[in-house]
């Protein structure tokens, strides 16, 4: 008996997966007898098959326990509550990145009170995952210090039953020595945007004077290496990145960073109101991003150490058959009960996005407020149950029988902002293209099967 499967075409062989995110390359010839006749392949491939659950050589009552095992050992993270609870400490910015997601629409600034901080940590503290991230966000979070001091502090003083991990997501433009050490005494890593050399990066994001914000970001990480803080930055690609892919990774390396996520960008607020002046087609995303994969991987055969964080998320679930719990590749999605985020009037929305659509006027992501709901009331929400609904890529047609299938995810709030609709309702739309394209590259690189190669892409999933 075999075991449901996807297949595609790839070069010469057919990739195959299934839902476990088990993968093989078989020729024409394997395939025609994996559907036909598995008495036909020779032993080595049907032993293979068979250990990846495409072939069931056991009576169905012994095979289907064991597939249900892996298959919650892939999908764990529908066992945990809301891990990720972001505050998003302030809407002001003191950039204007050309691409920024939450800056469309905005008409006044907007800082959570201390007030509002508690009521929001006491909400996040009512999820029942004992492994808890909270994570700071804007605007720039660090213009409102004093509430991200108050909520690291005020978590502390509770002394929950929690194992709590501190974030904050910053330009670094404001760090100061007080808040270097305050987060080096309580433990907060830092993230950060660096989008590649200077020009590059100035172009990309400026202060909202205009001047460039490259040297205060450099500055900031080095402070922040200097004293031993964990710190770690993304890449946003824009039209004028394209043509610059070793130079992006040089950046990282001589700034000694050791990873580098590359995003493609997000067709909403600023980036989606001057789209044809910095946007690009999948295509050329993806081919920017192949040759970002080589150049990493060269790098990593000449001794240097460095990954690309989005290959590392694909290839845990397709080395490993699990994921890292990223939010936006899952099925169903993290909005909601893998996250939410907390607006500075204490409104709570399923995700990230989903407040930044509410800073363009639309509510529909709204969960409810930290003043009016209890967390279980926002988790049982409409809302809620909607997206994990519209985002269960098993159940999404175009999306069900593709190959990629176990490795992808799609996004309820860009669907509604794009195409007016929660569910994708348009197959291989842009967003879809950019994530066949990046796993395509990184298929070709196990297609080849070589040895180093393998070995290093499995150490970005350690």
């Known amino acids: 008996m075999i075991n449901y499967f996807n297949f595609k075409e790839f070069g010469d062989k057919f990739l195959i997966t299934n839902d476990l995110g088990r993968y093989s390359f078989v020729t024409p010839s394997e395939l025609k007898s994996l559907i036909k006749d598995t008495s036909s392949l020779s032993p080595d491939r ?33 066992y945990l ?41 006491d909400i996040a503290l009512t999820s029942p995952n004992y ?20 909520i690291v502090e005020y978590t502390e003083n509770l002394n929950a039953d929690k194992d709590i991990l501190f974030s904050v997501v910053t330009n670094l433009s404001l760090i100061s020595d007080e808040m270097i050490s305050f987060f080096k005494e309580h433990n907060v890593s830092v993230s950060t945007s660096l989008d590649g050399p200077e020009e590059l990066h100035d172009r990309n994001r400026p202060f909202s004077n205009g001047s ?102 694909f290839l845990t679930k397709i080395m490993h058959g699990y994921g890292t719990n990223y939010m936006e590749l899952r099925s169903p999605c993290g909005a909601g009960f893998g996250q939410a985020a907390y607006y500075p009037d204490g409104d709570v929305f399923t995700c990230d996005e989903g407040r930044m659509l509410h800073e ?45 299938q176990p490795y992808c995810g799609v996004c309820p709030v860009i669907n509604l902002a794009l195409d007016r609709d929660i569910t994708p309702n348009r197959p291989n739309n842009w967003r879809c293209k950019i994530y066949k394209g990046m796993l395509d590259k990184i298929f070709k690189i196990l297609k080849q099967d070589d040895s180093a190669s393998l070995s290093i892409l499995n150490n970005w999933t350690v």
């Open 131 to 150: 492994h808890l991230s909270f994570e700071f966000q804007g605007g720039e979070p660090l213009l409102n210090f004093e509430t991200l001091r108050h």
């Open 212 to 313: 460039g914000s490259y040297t205060k970001t450099i500055d900031g990480i080095k402070r922040l290496q200097d004293i031993g803080l964990c710190v770690g930055a993304i890449q946003t690609t824009t039209r004028y990145s394209l043509k610059y892919p070793e130079e992006i990774v040089d950046e990282y390396m001589s700034n000694g960073l050791k990873s580098v996520f590359i995003r493609p960008l997000t067709p909403l607020g600023a980036a989606g109101k001057i789209w044809n002046k910095i946007g690009y087609s999948a295509d050329e995303f993806c081919e920017f991003y192949g040759k970002i994969l080589d150049y990493i991987i060269q790098q990593n055969l000449m001794g240097k150490s460095i990954s690309e964080n989005h290959a590392a998320i």
């Open 46 to 78: 049907y032993e293979e098959l068979s250990s990846k659950a495409f072939i069931a050589d056991s009576p169905l009552i012994d095979f289907s326990p064991n597939i249900t095992d892996q298959m919650r050992n892939a999908k764990t993270y529908l």
């Open 360 to 404: 363009t006027g639309d509510d529909s992501f709204r969960l409810g407020s930290v003043f009016e709901n209890t967390y279980e009331e926002m988790m049982l929400s409409p809302t809620c149950r909607a997206c994990a609904k519209a985002s269960l890529l098993e159940t999404i047609p175009g999306c069900c029988d593709c190959v990629y």
């Open 81 to 121: 509550a809301t891990g990720l609870h972001i505050f998003v400490l302030t809407n002001r910015c003191n950039h204007a990145c050309v691409y920024c997601q939450a800056s469309a629409g905005i008409t006044k600034d907007a800082f959570m009170s201390k007030e509002t901080a508690e009521k929001a940590v």
